[in-house]
């Protein structure tokens, strides 16, 4: 087996960083490319300590954390990198042309998996930028996106799941906006944060888990290379 380095920008919220690492884990053992110890990709993870981006204004302050982790990994030469963090793509360009690696284009992503599941109406939630700046609408899918009050309440309840209050309650105000939408035609939900991801799993709800499409990337480029 090829020897694979995949660098990871992860802190962004570092439960997000453990939820995608343990899912990439069983995907390669399920995947049938594992038969031993060596066979695992070298993973390099960098869990940086960043700024949410969940509210409204996002400085080039704000960036600086983002694009030294990058710098970081970019250093040790890894095949591509993953960054654990969905708004952080709307600067995709702006950071890939600062570092010479490859970093996975989550966006793109997000579009494959909408089109392979045939899925026209998806409802996006996630941060108010990523709503706002239209990180996930896509030519020909005719998404559903919250009101400014429901984007508000997204933005508060992940950042108090975030710091472990009331955990439940916040996971109950944003599964209610999504189910308010799917009973008004959302034929999917695009969990648009990494932190939604983590709050809503195992959750009756049919959605694009953000995680879950990034797992799925890696795993498609490790086996290229296998």
């Known amino acids: 087996m090829v020897t694979y380095r995949i660098g990871v920008l992860g802190g962004i919220d570092p439960e997000s960083t453990r939820e995608f690492y343990e899912k990439l884990i069983t995907r390669l053992k399920l995947n049938g490319n594992i038969s031993k110890n060596e066979d695992f990709p070298q993973i390099i993870i960098n869990s940086i300590p960043a700024p949410a981006l969940i509210y409204d204004k996002i400085s080039a302050k704000d960036l600086k954390p983002y694009l030294a982790g990058l710098k970081e990994l970019d250093k040790m030469n890894p095949d591509f990198i993953v960054m654990v963090c969905n708004t952080i793509y709307l600067y ?10 490859p970093i996975l284009d989550l966006r793109e992503e997000v579009k494959k998996a909408l089109l392979n599941r045939k899925i026209h109406r998806p409802l996006i939630i996630g941060t108010p930028n990523t709503i706002r700046q239209g990180l996930y609408r896509f030519e020909g899918i005719k998404s559903m996106e919250p009101d400014e009050n429901e984007i508000a309440k997204i933005s508060n309840a992940i950042f108090d799941y975030s710091m472990y209050k009331s955990k439940e309650k ?3 105000i944003v599964e209610n906006i999504c189910m308010k939408y799917t009973k008004l035609g ?3 939900v695009i969990l648009g944060c990494t932190d939604l991801a983590v709050m809503l799993r195992g959750k009756k709800i049919p959605q694009i888990n953000t995680i879950d499409v990034l797992v799925e990337a890696v795993i498609l480029r490790v086996a290229k290379k296998v």
């Open 92 to 101: 995709y360009e702006e950071l890939q042309s600062q570092i010479k690696t």
């Open 170 to 172: 916040q996971v109950k």
């Open 186 to 188: 959302a034929d999917a």
